[in-house]
């Protein structure tokens, strides 16, 4: 599996971006896709996961609200529309596939194949 993560850049506070992440090389739908993002100095933290199917997704608490997480099937791409962003937003923003057959995991151990990360900058 491969991953490939964009749209990041710079924007102000209480702007927004879409994150998407393309993924190649195995059946999309036999997989959950998360987020994750990693501060400098800080670890890899989750931010959101969506289901095989879409229909169920996942959120931590500090995004609920302001990001939301989206797949399209027949484009094999996963989405990340984060609105209202603050600077303690700033990271880069990673996209990880998980292959286990059910379930699903806010822990970077447990997700397989990860996308290169896209930087995001959001200033004061």
């Known amino acids: 599996v491969q991953l490939q993560a964009s749209g990041g850049g710079l924007?102000?506070?209480g702007g927004s971006l879409r994150l998407s992440c393309a993924a190649s090389g195995r059946d999309f739908t036999s997989y959950v896709i998360g987020w994750f993002r990693q501060a400098p100095g800080k670890e890899r933290e989750f931010v959101a996961a969506i289901?095989?199917?879409g229909g169920i997704t996942f959120y931590v608490d500090f995004v609920k609200g302001r990001f939301t997480i989206s797949r399209d099937n027949a484009k094999d791409t996963v989405y990340l529309q984060?609105?209202?962003l603050k600077p303690e937003d700033t990271a880069v923003y990673y996209c990880a596939a998980d292959?286990?057959?059910?379930?699903y995991?806010?822990?970077p151990a447990r997700y397989d194949y990860w996308g290169q990360g896209t930087l995001v900058t959001v200033s004061s």
């Open 99 to 103: 292959l286990r057959p059910t379930g």
């Open 82 to 84: 984060m609105n209202s």
């Open 51 to 53: 289901s095989r199917g």
């Open 105 to 107: 995991s806010d822990s």
């Open 11 to 13: 924007v102000q506070a």
